[in-house]
């Protein structure tokens, strides 16, 4: 079992910044991949970033050159640090971890960006 509490979230003005933190436990050694989903209202859930295991990062389109995603191993927490930021960016961020097959989900925050 992995637990995942999301952190950061909050209101900004577009072109602003703001880092998303999810703080992972249980059982964090068999996470293979962690990253971050996101849901604007009337839409699907959609991938955003990732990272693996092994440190290999993947990014949706896009937030490609916006986003970073990074993590810090004795924390055990994955950081979203979001740049750049524009009002189709509003919505609430969900923090996934793989342990395949199973997803495991926090409770997101929400973002919202304003024009």
């Known amino acids: 079992q992995v637990q995942l509490v999301e952190s950061g979230g909050g209101l900004v003005q577009a072109g602003g910044s703001l880092r998303l933190s999810c703080a992972a436990s249980g059982s964090t050694s068999s996470i293979n991949a962690i990253g971050w989903y996101r849901q604007a209202p009337g839409k699907q859930r959609e991938f955003v970033a990732a990272?693996?295991?092994?440190?290999?990062?993947n990014y949706a389109e896009s937030v490609k050159g916006r986003f970073g995603i990074s993590r810090d191993n004795i924390k055990n927490t994955v950081y979203l640090q979001m740049n750049s930021l524009k009002p189709e960016d509003t919505a609430v961020y969900y923090c996934n971890a793989k342990v395949f097959p199973v997803n495991y989900w926090g409770k997101g925050t929400l973002v919202t960006v304003s024009s």
């Open positions: 990272i693996s295991s092994g440190g290999s990062t």
